[in-house]
């Protein structure tokens, strides 16, 4: 018997080939190929065909009409003898919308007679003319009532009293992407609201030559809502009194610097300012 020893020879009982193991990774990899464009398909769907779900998916261009015609509804919640001005629409830039994404946001004001101590009837009063899908409610605050209402496409409602015979109601986007910007609509025609003003400033013995800044909303039943605003600077000091006859008497707001009086359709508010007196002239919507 020969003791030489063969070598070069796989035994027959050596490990299994690996070629299993591979196919099992190619397997792995095409699944997972397959599931990254699936779900880059249904991404792409869902964001042409579904409702945003958080706010940075509303740029402020979108935002906007809602923001305009929220405050619209407020302006024919409070009526035609409790509206006292709408605010022009106020856009600060700077936000971030992600820690690496600048943003905007966008608020706009609408001013409501609150006689003192009638605040939370106000505001609960407005609450329950908002349209139902708003979920307006009034609840207690730090510094009193506040109303809290959701106007949609992320768009809160707040209102609060400001402690001078008024709440104020703010319509607010929070931070969100620019988009193409805000575009405020277009000024309508003067009506009654700037004949009111020039009366006013007039009879403060302040016509101002600069015409008034417009502003108006669309109502919830068609037609607009409209103030007429104009501020008077340094000069001699103006009088509450100087506008007691224009109010007949019987100011809807006589709670100094602050005075609001009723002529026909319009009412006109007055803040007075170590140097700047402030007016605004309002017609609120129709009905």
Do not use: K
């Amino acid at each position: 018997m020969s003791g030489a020893v063969r070598t070069g020879l796989a035994s027959s009982t050596g490990p299994a080939a690996p070629a299993p193991a591979r196919s099992w990774r190619r397997w792995l990899l095409a699944a997972t190929a397959v599931w990254a464009v699936l779900l880059g398909v249904l991404t792409w769907t869902s964001v042409r065909d579904d409702p945003p779900t958080v706010r940075e998916q509303r740029s402020l261009d979108q935002a906007g009409p809602v923001v305009d015609r929220a405050v619209g509804e407020l302006a024919g919640a409070a009526g035609g003898t409790g509206l006292l001005e709408l605010g022009p629409a106020r856009v600060a830039m700077g936000c971030r919308v992600t820690p690496l994404a600048d943003g905007a946001r966008l608020r706009r004001e609408v001013g409501v007679l609150a006689p003192a101590g009638t605040e939370r009837a106000v505001l609960t009063g407005i609450a329950e003319r908002l349209p139902a899908s708003w979920r307006a409610e009034v609840g207690p605050g730090l510094d009193g009532p506040v109303l809290r209402a959701d106007a949609g496409e992320f768009v809160a409602v707040e209102g609060r009293p400001t402690v001078d015979g008024r709440v104020r109601l703010i319509v607010d986007t929070g931070c969100r992407p620019v988009g193409s910007g805000y575009t405020p609509a277009s000024a309508t025609a003067p009506g009654p609201e700037a004949d009111a003003l020039t009366a006013a400033l007039r009879s403060l013995g302040r016509p101002s030559d600069a015409a008034p800044e417009l502003v108006s909303v669309p109502c919830p039943g068609g037609g607009l809502a409209r103030t007429a605003r104009s501020a008077v600077g340094p000069g001699p000091a103006p009088s509450v009194a100087a506008l007691a006859p224009l109010a007949g008497g019987a100011p809807l707001l006589d709670n100094p610097p602050v005075y609001a009086y009723r002529t026909g359709p319009v009412v006109v508010l007055a803040e007075f300012g170590e140097d700047t007196t402030r007016l605004a002239a309002t017609v609120g919507c129709p009905g």
